[in-house]
Structures are given as structure tokens and as C-alpha cells.
């Protein structure tokens, strides 16, 4: 009997691992920093003029115990609005593309940075957050939570060379002492280069929460100083 119940349990599994997979418990908000990017990216900067604000990555669903990522099949729904596409790239632009017109956004090409955020990462979430939802949840935290601003109360500003410390320790207190997530690249022979932030809400989005120590990026900064590009 108990070989029978086994077996019943391992084919729910084989055939419903999506489902299972896509049950997340908090969601990290993640913004870049352009000049970082293009530091991090040259070859891949195509965005002229380049913002001089964070923009947006990502909005990441996860759990306590591993990444969530790819959770279901459920397409992208492209924008045929110019002014929808124009309102959500200005705070998440891709940075891979240049700017395209109003004759041409709605190439595949001019979309296909938010089609794989919701791929990989939207639809982790999207039991509780379809994805127009989504979407706009993500701009609305963009809204919210000025990461420059931010760093100007620690006198961190583009094209200073802060230590990591400073920059965790000036993000953490602007989020209510709540640990937040940075990502660094290095450069062949240079210093490491702030390239992202990441802020860790409740599922709900409501509360700020301390980002998973098991899943910090912040390793990549190293222990000293860093860059942040101008």
C-alpha cells in the first residue's frame, strides 16, 4: 500500500512541478545602475542618451530555500501602445537596445527584455500577481524607492568611490535597517563597479523585509572600495 501511495506521490510531482516550484514567499525589487551597466556591459550599451537615474531590472520572486525561476509557461503579452510602451520604459528601460520609434516598438527586439523578466521571474508570482499586474506593481516600487536619493543622505554620489560598507549601510537605513542587496562587477584590473540594488519586499509587497543572506550578491562588491561610475 504504501508502494502504491509512494508512487502516487512521485507522479504529482513529475507532472506538476510548475505549481509546486512557483509558490514564493517575498519578492526582491531590483533597480541598476546604468553607467555600472555599461561598465559591467560595453559591448551590450546601446541605450543613447543613457538614464542618469536607477531603472529597473526586476521584480524577483523567490523562497527561503531556492531561486524560482521559469515557474510556467504563460506567454508575454507584448504592449501595442505606443504610450504604454513609452511609460513603462522610462523607468525600465533595456539598456541592450536603442530607442525605437513609434513605427517600430512593437518588434519583438524593442520588448524582449520585459518578455524575459516575466518569463524567468513574472511568472514565479503570477498566482498572486497576473501579469499587467505585475507589470505595474513593479513601476509603482520604482516610484517609491529612489536609490539615488538614497545615497546622497551617506554623501554617496556618481562617480565617487565609496566602500562597500558606506553603501550597505546607507541603503539599510533609508529602507527602515532592513538589509538590501548589491551586485558589483569587476572589470579587468579596476576596481569593482556598482551595477545593482536590490530591495526585499513581503509577497504582498507591502512590507520591507531583509534580503535571504543565502542569496546575497553582495560578495561581488568585495570587502573595500568599489566604484560608482559618473
Known sequence: MMGIVF?????????????????????????????????????????????????????????????????KISAYTPLQNFQDWNNRNLRWPDLAKPSPTMQNFKQPRFQSFWEHEWTKHGTCSENMYPQATYFSRTIQLSQGHNILNYLATGNISPGSNPTVRSVNSTIYRAISNHVPDLMCVTPPRQTPA?????????????????????????????????????
Open 194 to 230: 556598482l551595477v545593482e540594488i536590490g530591495i526585499c519586499f513581503t509577497a504582498t509587497t507591502t512590507t520591507i523585509i531583509d534580503c535571504p543572506s543565502q542569496f546575497l550578491r553582495t560578495g561581488s562588491c568585495g570587502t573595500g572600495t568599489i566604484s560608482f561610475p559618473a
Open 7 to 71: 508512487k502516487l506521490v512521485l507522479l504529482i510531482l513529475m507532472l506538476c512541478p510548475l505549481t509546486i516550484n512557483s509558490s514564493f514567499q517575498y519578492l526582491t525589487f531590483v533597480q541598476q545602475w546604468p553607467k555600472g551597466y555599461c561598465t559591467a556591459n560595453p559591448s551590450r550599451c546601446q541605450r543613447n542618451p543613457l538614464p542618469t537615474v536607477f531603472t529597473v531590472h526586476g521584480l524577483w520572486p523567490g523562497n527561503f530555500t531556492q531561486i524560482l525561476q521559469n515557474c
